[in-house]
């Protein structure tokens, strides 16, 4: 399966890798001969380690008209339909030869079982392993398994460049693998909008459902990427796909390995901003780039580190930082431990920071159920710590409580609560910790009065007891 973007889009270079070891030559053919080169050989070897996902979830295909008592009286339970089997299908890719395998996060969301067939058709159920929403990456692995299985290596992306060959493989439309090939048409798009992390690798090799978890390769037959959107009007491939660049994944392959339940990535400590053309013509900057530091959590690793509201962070490392999402992804894929080197911009002075490389604290979160009968039963909340409000995106500033969790049948559901809302306030009586909410939610009411924080707005609301 894969997840769609809505949205109109406006509208051979053969590459030879060498060692990877080694610097590549990058030149444009310069006989016939050349034209007629195959990507064969690449194919056969690299084929074996992408896979195709089969994810099943039992849902309840409930008539409506049993809610009515006469139908049930002259039909009873021969109206009803009871369970039904939904499946989705999508692709993915061997990454470790104990069976590994990294796919999509919405390929296998919700699954009650999951399978994958190998390239040899031989199929196998698979357990998840590790989920990450931020990244839209899964990690599943191979059940009764005791063999090595192929697998791809990966590619620094970071290395890519526009207009490199690459290959798409994977399962589209479920008509099994499929190779496909083009050329990087873009790198670090931001303004794809289908995971928390935007900084995706654009491709014009055909990409279409199905292909989801699946491979996006170089000529040295190493991952570059993993695919998973597309811009399309029609639902098929237009030649604008998206993929998740290799260092990124390879961030949360090792948490799985690690034997983690999440990925561990460094916390900042500080809320950043994008930089306007009017913001650029204050600070005497050429072109709006970078990411503006708006504030500062007190203690965290950037003020630690020396960092201060107004600064201008221009580059990570030595790569250059355009906005405040491509930092958030070079700093997202440093490996935790020792420090990331950042240059800023300060009163029109270039100022080195070293920013320690640690993970957000989240102590004193206490996440609960609300049971008691009221509009937030059903849904979980939890207390802001630096670890959750890093989790949710919430801006550092805020305290309290916060909603980490809605099952979709709840009454918080059904009332309309989100994930992210704040509760501020319920009956007029402050709600600071998860235990003052479930207290006043364990009162009877008649109309229960709510303060929460969405989006950065206040919304007060009445509801009928």
Do not use: C
């Amino acid at each position: 399966m894969l997840r769609f973007i809505r949205a109109a889009a406006s509208a051979a270079l053969v590459v030879l890798f060498f060692n990877p070891a080694l610097a590549q030559e990058r030149r444009v053919p310069s006989s016939p001969a050349e034209l007629r080169l195959s990507y064969a050989p690449i194919v056969q070897r690299v084929q074996p380690a992408v896979v195709n996902v089969y994810a099943a979830k039992i849902v309840q295909n409930n008539n409506p008209l049993l809610n009515d008592p006469i139908f049930r009286q002259f039909f009873g339970s021969q109206g009803q339909q009871g369970e039904q089997m939904q499946r989705s299908l999508g692709s993915g890719v061997i990454v470790d030869a104990s069976g590994l395998v990294v796919t999509n996060v919405h390929v296998i969301e919700g699954a009650d079982q999951v399978k994958v067939s190998l390239a040899d058709k031989r199929e196998f159920e698979a357990e998840i392993i590790l989920k990450d929403s931020h990244s839209d990456l899964a990690v599943l692995r191979l059940k009764d398994s005791n063999e090595r299985f192929p697998t791809l290596d990966f590619a620094n992306s970071d290395e890519l460049m526009v207009g490199d060959v690459v290959l798409a493989i994977g399962n589209p439309f479920g008509v099994g693998q499929t190779v496909t090939h083009g050329i990087i048409s873009a790198l670090a798009r931001t303004q794809v909008g289908v995971t928390d992390y935007q900084f995706f690798i654009q491709t014009d090799a055909p990409i279409n459902p199905g292909n989801s978890g699946g491979a996006l390769i170089d000529m040295s037959g190493r991952l570059v990427g993993i695919n998973t959107a597309i811009y399309s009007r029609s639902g098929g491939s237009q030649g604008i796909g998206f993929a998740i660049p290799a260092n990124m994944v390879r961030v949360v392959v090792a948490s799985a390995k690690s034997g983690g339940k999440a990925v561990r990535r460094p916390w900042l400590g500080a809320r950043l901003q994008a930089v306007t053309p009017e913001i650029a013509e204050t600070l005497g900057l050429r072109s709006p780039t970078g990411a503006l530091v708006a504030s500062v959590v007190p203690g965290g690793p950037a003020a630690r580190a020396g960092l201060k509201a107004s600064d201008l962070i221009s580059s990570i490392d030595g790569q250059g930082v355009d906005d405040p999402n491509a930092f958030d992804y070079r700093f997202a894929t440093r490996p935790l431990g020792g420090s990331a080197q950042v240059d800023v911009i300060r009163a029109g002075r270039q100022v080195k920071l070293a920013v320690p490389l640690e993970t957000a604290p989240d102590t004193g979160r206490n996440e609960i159920v609300l049971k008691s009968r009221s509009p937030f039963q059903g849904a979980t909340v939890a207390n802001i710590s630096p670890a959750v409000a890093e989790e949710l995106h919430l801006d550092s500033d805020f305290e309290g409580v916060v909603v980490t969790a809605i099952p979709d049948d709840s009454t918080a559901a059904n009332v309309g609560f989100q994930k992210g809302d704040i509760i501020v306030a319920v009956n007029n009586q402050k709600v600071g910790k998860t235990a003052d909410l479930e207290k006043v939610t364990g009162q009877a009411a008649r109309y229960w009065r709510i303060t929460l924080v969405r989006g950065g707005q206040q919304i007060n609301v009445t509801l009928g007891g």
